[in-house]
């Protein structure tokens, strides 16, 4: 808002929040949707008494705008205000019909049916900042959906008629298969059209109703992730910072897919990546791709495997490895020795908590002493939404009904009575109350008190009680 501010008034002009401040709809569509498109503007508000009207754009220089405008609104004084362009990009969006109406459009044009379909459920994914896309075949239909901060939305439906092209067009893109139709398939695209970049991790398996397909969106914007940005408190960012400038040790994220693990993992190795180290990942898929960074992709069926690659990447010289995941014993060996042996190892472990990684590698017949003398931070992480701060309202309510909803609460509630926040709904949020996630943490530094409770072979809760 501040820089939205500093640009307006290095313009001559005043700043607009549309994501605050977006037009009714009847103003905005005033403005023909191909004039709004090509000048990037839209009308906020119009007044008879004085002859004027007040529009936002994002273009530096409005002369010609106005020049345009004047033949749109003759007789009218037009204000250009100044607005961000993803604000522009969202708001002009709403010109747009349904993804179902648009797909009717595209199939009687009966020209690049299955590109331009596919194009449009990506843009308007990208534009929502959703991270997956499903395409559920139906018995009548194919389903598409959106999961906007963790929600699965629906978007639109398709014509099954239609659907084997469009599901061709991803797996040509993705370089898959498409002759087959009884096997998982998992692949990437990388997407770009004009500014607007993102990689898809695309995953395929047959139902009974047809493939379905989920491509999970990995935005541009999280390529430049800081571990603050992540959600990480100061003093977690400094531990995390010391443990991970180490020269040797193995650093472990855990949680349910879609926490965020790997994202706080290429967040360590963005901090890391400089040119005095040499960096290499072996991931099942790569998802975010790096500068300087040596990935390497797990083809299981050329026998390139997590526990193969890790083997031949051990003798490529790192100095930090990213495994993805440790799926099993044998990965998990590899990933506890080279941590011995001088090299720094990020990898992801599905657990439910940072206490049970302990015990589950060790029932994974991990000697409890490599394990104490390798593992140096445990990082487990949720991921949970964000109350808009646009549409933000307080109640009072009782801290008796509160604790009856959430008994785990009571220790840190006192008093009759206290505030609580909740989002009513508005146009930012798609009236959800919520606009965008945040992570929250459990971290376990395994100190030698940690140490000494390893060797012994716990459970989860004694390494929860010397946490």
Not at 363 to 376: G, N, V
Request: proline letters at 4%; hydrophobic letters at 40%; charged letters at 25%.
């Amino acid at each position: 808002e501040l820089l939205g501010h500093a640009i307006a008034e290095s313009l001559g002009t005043r700043y607009v929040d549309l994501a605050a401040n977006a037009p009714e709809k009847e103003v905005f569509l005033k403005i023909p949707k191909e004039f709004a498109r090509e000048h990037r503007v839209i009308l906020l508000s119009e007044d008879a008494n004085s002859n004027s009207i007040s529009v936002a754009s994002d273009v530096m220089d409005p002369r010609e705008l106005k020049t345009a405008l004047s033949t749109l609104f003759v007789g009218k004084n037009p204000s250009v205000c100044f607005a961000f362009t993803s604000d522009i990009d969202r708001t002009l969006a709403l010109f747009k019909e349904t993804l179902s109406v648009r797909f009717t459009e595209i199939i009687k044009r009966e020209q690049k049916v299955a590109p331009e379909i596919v194009e449009q459920i990506v843009e308007d994914s990208i534009l929502l900042r959703a991270s997956d896309i499903h395409l559920e075949p139906q018995e009548a239909d194919v389903l598409v959906r959106f999961r906007i901060d963790g929600v699965l939305e629906d978007a639109g439906t398709l014509p099954k008629l239609q659907y084997e092209n469009i599901l061709n067009r991803i797996k040509i893109e993705a370089r898959l298969r498409i002759d087959e139709h009884n096997k998982s398939q998992d692949g990437a695209i990388r997407y770009r059209k004009g500014p607007v970049s993102a990689d898809l991790r695309v995953s395929i398996i047959p139902t009974v109703t047809g493939e379905k397909v989920v491509l999970r969106i990995l935005g541009e914007y999280l390529r430049t992730l800081t571990l603050a940005d992540i959600g990480l408190s100061a003093a977690h960012q400094t531990l995390l910072t010391e443990i991970a400038n180490r020269p040797y040790g193995m650093i472990l994220t855990v949680g349910p897919t879609g926490s965020g693990k790997t994202t706080t993992l290429y967040s360590i190795l963005r901090m890391l990546n400089d040119s005095s180290i040499n960096v290499t990942t072996i991931e099942d898929p790569v998802e975010y791709r790096l500068p300087r960074v040596n990935q390497v992709q797990v083809n299981e069926a050329n026998g390139l495997t997590f526990a193969n690659g890790l083997r031949t990447v051990v003798r490529q010289d790192p100095d930090v490895i990213l495994v993805g995941e440790i799926r099993d014993l044998e990965t998990a060996e590899i990933s506890v020795n080279a941590a011995l042996t001088g090299h720094l190892l990020l990898s992801s472990f599905h657990s439910n908590d940072a206490a049970t990684v302990v015990p589950r590698l060790l029932d994974m017949k991990i000697e409890p002493f490599l394990l104490a003398s390798t593992l140096s931070v445990i990082v487990a992480q949720r991921l949970i939404r964000k109350i808009c701060s646009h549409c933000k309202v307080s109640e009072t309510v009782s801290t008796r009904s509160l604790i009856e909803q959430f008994p785990k609460l009571q220790p840190f509630l006192q008093g009759t009575e206290m505030v609580v926040y909740k989002g009513k709904g508005c146009k930012r949020c798609n009236d959800t109350g919520f606009t965008s996630q945040m992570g929250i943490f459990e971290f376990i530094e395994v100190t030698p008190k940690i140490q000494e409770t390893i060797l012994k072979e716990p459970s989860s809760d004694k390494i929860e009680a010397a946490a």
